[in-house]
């Protein structure tokens, strides 16, 4: 893993950002994992002040809330709308449907359209359990997309953007670490003091299904972007 220590989110947006850049220099037709949260919003940020031109590339997010339409202000489709696709769009977008009514064949369409289009660079941001996507700690590390439910740490945790903790979906659907690691290139963001302790876990301990990021471990392309915060604890 390569790790890279940068001032605040802003220059850590910034740094992801180029990554993005280098991506499309390549290849006009690359396909990009995006993630949701609070941590990717700089890197959106930076895309947008940018004249990058997604157009002919695809975008295929981690996950979704199970019983979300799209137009929810909470949904991950709201998110990437409101961050990203109305200032940027791509050739072809694709999220889970919250609101898919068979649960069985959504997966199965999710994970068809992951293997059509192979990711070249995945953007991950990492739950304070340590979570990537909504793969929650226990996760068996080859599943791909699947139903989550999620543990009472990442309830609370994201509630801060619901009214009230009751809002808060309990299932989501998320891409597997299968498929994540499956990625050629990644890159994970941390900003803040509260993801320390994760990403200490992640870097430092051991492989294991309690500390989903940890198996980045095994991956061969991927760098962490850290605020000092959030990399005060490594050694
Ligand atoms: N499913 C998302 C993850 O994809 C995200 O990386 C993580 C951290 O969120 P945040 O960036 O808001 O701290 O939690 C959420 O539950």
Redesign the pocket.
Known sequence: MKIIVVEDKKQGGQTAYEFFKNELAKKNDAVFGL?????PVTTYEAIVRSNLDFSSSISVN??EYVGLSASHPQSYNYYMQQNLFQYKPFHHSYLPDGEATDETKEVSRYNLIIKKNPIDLQL????RNG?I??NEPGTDFALKTHKVKLTES?IAA?SRFFDNEQDVPRYAYSMGIGSILRSKKIILEAFGESKAEAVKNMIEGPVTRQCPASVLQQHSDVTVILDEAAAQKLR
């Open positions: 993630a949701t949260g609070s941590t981690l996950d991950l941001g990492i739950g979570h996507g909504f990442t994201n």
